[in-house]
């Protein structure tokens, strides 16, 4: 690993956030941070990539190839296998914020995974004339602040993409979840807090996957040197081995569970919005009753797999 690691004492140093400027006064305020510079960094890369990747489609090269080829094969995941299926016939409208939800925490998930230390130390030492400055690396989204603040994106998105979709009446009406006027007194409450949980959870999970790896590299590492330190020697040859595949191993799972909790942080933020804009009405399940019965009766399963959820159980329910 690093240098910063196999020095450092504590293994949160190489996962919690540093002050790169830093107010010299009382309060101490941190004016620029590294996960402040990672975070440009991300969005800079975004903002460079993809209009460069779309640019062929602009000049009528509608055949991807190479790297465009990958790109738009992780787009459209996300819009058929993320978006579809929960935002239904509303997923385009929302397919520019998901897109860009989805890549800028990936971007930043693998950004930490990156040894940075060696090459932005000398430079951010150099720009800042403190020869104890801290490097730039480390991940953004192991921050709580950052994952709060695309979490409150996300709450803001949701409950305007409701509001919007329903209209200030019907969007009060949710708090209720269908239940009597006379269960107001416990349903609401409920439902406001399930409102603000939503988020809370989006933040605390993106966060603490994205923590845990990063603490359990350090403390691998930090393991082999403390062997070292003590003189072991002979010890050290075997730690080292065991640590070397070890770290090898989590790197791996760790690449992995980038692309994981950026799956997961969008496809909750999809489903959270569909929960508001996409709705089964009773009228289009009624319609589709009688081809449901027919489809059950019928055993021809392929069109009935392709019927709404609502009209299916309806054709079940008169079937059975």
């Known amino acids: 690993m690093t240098p910063l690691l196999l020095a450092a004492a504590d293994p949160l140093e190489h996962v919690l956030d540093h002050p790169i400027l830093k107010d010299a006064g ?10 402040m510079v990672m975070m440009v960094i991300a969005a800079t890369l975004m903002l460079v990539i993809f209009p460069l990747i779309t640019r062929p489609y602009r000049r009528g090269e509608h055949v ?62 150099a720009l800042t004339g403190n020869p104890h400055a801290h490097a730039v690396y480390g991940t953004a989204t192991a921050n709580i602040w950052i994952t709060g603040a695309l979490a409150l994106v996300s709450f803001i998105v949701i409950q305007i993409a409701g509001l919007r979709a329903n209209g200030v009446g019907n969007y009060l009406k949710h708090f209720l979840a269908g239940a009597p006027w006379y269960m107001a007194i416990v349903m609401i409450p409920v439902e406001i807090l399930g409102m603000f949980v939503k988020p809370v959870a989006l933040a605390i999970r993106l966060m603490a996957n994205m923590t845990a790896g990063h603490i359990l590299l350090a403390v691998l ?41 950026a799956y997961i942080f969008v496809f909750l933020t999809a489903l959270f919005i569909g929960q508001m804009v996409v709705h089964e009405h009773k009228e289009h399940e009624g319609g589709n009753h009688d081809e449901a019965h027919e489809l059950v009766g019928g055993g021809d399963l392929t069109d009935f797999a392709k019927l709404p959820e609502g009209a299916r159980q309806a054709g079940i329910h008169a079937a059975g």
């Open 221 to 261: 590492v930090i393991l082999a040197a403390g062997v070292a330190h003590a003189g072991q020697m002979g010890l050290f040859a075997g730690v080292s081995i065991a640590v070397i595949l070890g770290s090898v191993a989590i790197m791996v799972l760790e690449t992995f569970v980038a692309f994981l909790q």
């Open 64 to 125: 991807p190839t190479g790297t465009r080829n990958l790109f738009e094969a992780v787009l459209l995941f996300v819009r058929n296998d993320i978006a579809k299926p929960v935002l239904a016939d509303e997923a385009d409208r929302f397919m520019p914020f998901l897109w860009t939800l989805f890549f800028f925490i990936l971007f930043n998930n693998l950004l930490g995974l990156l040894p940075l230390e060696p090459i932005t130390g000398p430079i951010v030492r």
């Open 26 to 35: 009382a309060q101490g305020i941190w004016w620029l941070t590294n996960h």
